[in-house]
C-alpha cells in the first residue's frame, strides 16, 4: 500500500508513536490514526495519543498481554475492520511487528490474502534519546535489551561482551526496573572489562514526554544515576567525548580532514 492510498478492509498498520510527544508522530501515522476503526495497543502507549482516538473502539491491555492483544488486533483486521496497532518508538524495534507476523505465519498467512498487514515507521527510543544527547550515535552502535523475560540472560551477556570487545556504542533497552536491578550491575561489569571508566555514558528518561531527564555521566558512575524502564542507557566507545553538556562519537573526519582551519 503507498503511503497516500485509503486503507482497505482488513488491514493491520504497525504504528510506531515515537517517544511520545504527539509532535513526533510522523504524518503517515497521524493520518492512520485518523483513518483506522480501532486502535490496539498497551495501555500506557495509548494514553500518549488519548487525543487522538475520539470514536474509536480501543484495546488496551497491560505489560505480558502482547499475545493476547496481537491475536485480537489479527481478529479484528479478520472481521474486516481497519486496525491500528500502537507501540512506542518504532514499532519494529522491541515492538509488536515481530509478533504479529509470527502469528499470522503460524496461521498459515502467506502474505498475499488477508489481512494486509503495513508498518509505519516511528523514531526509535535510542535515536531519540541520542537527539537529546547530542552525537553520540555518529560511528557503529548496537542495541541491546537487557531484559531477560524473553531472551536468556546468558544470551545477553554474551551479546553484551561481544559488543564490549568489538568497542561499539552501545545503546542499552530495559535496563532496569524495581525487581530487576542485577542486569545493569552485570553490564556495567562487563562493560569495565573492556572500557575505561571514564567513558562518558547518557542516561536519557522519559524522552520528549513530562518528566524527562537528561544525564551524562561516565561508566564508572553509572549506579549513581536514576534508572528505570523508561530510561536509555547510551555506553560511549573508547573515542567517545563529553563536551558543552553534549556526548559525541567522532565519525573519523579528524584523522582525515584538519578540523582547526
Not at 53 to 67: C, N, P, Q, S, W
Not at 68 to 78: D, G, M, N
Amino acid at each position: 500500500m503507498m503511503e497516500n492510498e485509503p486503507p482497505t478492509a482488513g488491514t493491520i498498520f504497525l504504528v510506531g508513536l515515537g517517544p511520545g510527544a504527539i509532535e513526533q508522530l510522523s504524518a503517515q501515522a497521524r493520518s492512520v490514526l485518523e483513518r483506522a476503526e480501532v486502535v490496539v495497543g498497551y495501555t500506557s502507549y495509548v494514553k500518549l495519543i488519548q487525543s487522538l482516538l475520539d470514536g474509536k473502539d480501543v484495546v488496551r491491555t497491560g505489560m505480558g498481554d502482547e499475545v493476547a492483544r496481537a491475536r485480537r488486533a489479527i481478529e479484528l483486521a479478520a472481521e474486516g475492520k481497519i486496525v491500528a496497532v500502537v507501540c512506542s518508538g518504532d514499532a519494529g524495534v522491541y515492538g509488536m511487528s515481530g509478533l504479529i507476523y509470527e502469528l499470522l505465519k503460524a496461521s498459515g498467512w502467506t502474505g498475499d490474502q488477508s489481512p494486509e498487514v503495513v508498518s509505519v515507521p516511528g523514531i526509535p527510543a535510542l535515536i531519540a534519546a541520542a537527539s537529546l544527547l547530542g552525537a553520540p550515535l555518529m560511528h557503529d552502535f548496537a542495541a541491546i535489551s537487557l531484559s531477560d523475560l524473553l531472551t536468556p540472560w546468558e544470551t545477553i551477556r554474551r551479546r553484551l561482551k561481544a559488543a564490549a570487545q568489538g568497542d561499539f556504542v552501545i545503546g542499552l533497552y530495559n535496563p532496569s526496573s524495581r525487581q530487576r536491578r542485577n542486569q545493569i550491575v552485570e553490564a556495567r561489569e562487563i562493560l569495565l572489562s573492556c572500557r575505561d571508566p571514564r567513558t562518558p555514558v547518557g542516561v536519557v528518561t522519559k524522552a520528549y514526554r513530562p518528566g524527562q531527564s537528561i544525564v551524562i555521566a561516565d561508566l564508572a558512575h553509572l549506579l549513581d544515576v536514576p534508572i528505570d524502564m523508561q530510561s536509555i542507557v547510551v555506553v560511549g566507545n573508547s573515542t567517545t567525548f563529553a563536551f558543552a553538556g553534549r556526548m559525541v562519537t567522532p565519525r573519523g573526519y579528524a584523522g582525515k580532514y584538519d578540523l582547526n582551519g
